[in-house]
């Protein structure tokens, strides 16, 4: 579901429901403004960013692209498996 809500925000939000034609790239890259963290979009994507961390999932995608882990992401990737508390999400970045 999460990831729908990402997909569905950034389809009306940022592409104004414009799709992409087959293998075009639409959004280089999604940011939250450290005025707005706290906001609806600020925590859909702490909440994608916390899920993606606690799954693995990003740890799996370097893998299978052949991206070197780096130091932080090991890092947060076991504390979030962890439940350590930087990893909830009203905790500062």
Known sequence: MLYWQVGSRIRSAILGEKRAKYGEKLVTAIAVRLEDRTGPWGKLVND??????????????????????????????????????????????
């Open 48 to 93: 994608a960013i916390i899920e993606w961390l606690t799954s693995g999932k990003i740890v799996e995608l370097e893998r299978k692209w052949g991206i070197p882990q780096t130091k932080w992401l090991g890092e947060m990737t076991a504390k979030c498996k962890a439940k350590d508390p930087s990893c909830r999400a009203d905790a500062p970045y």
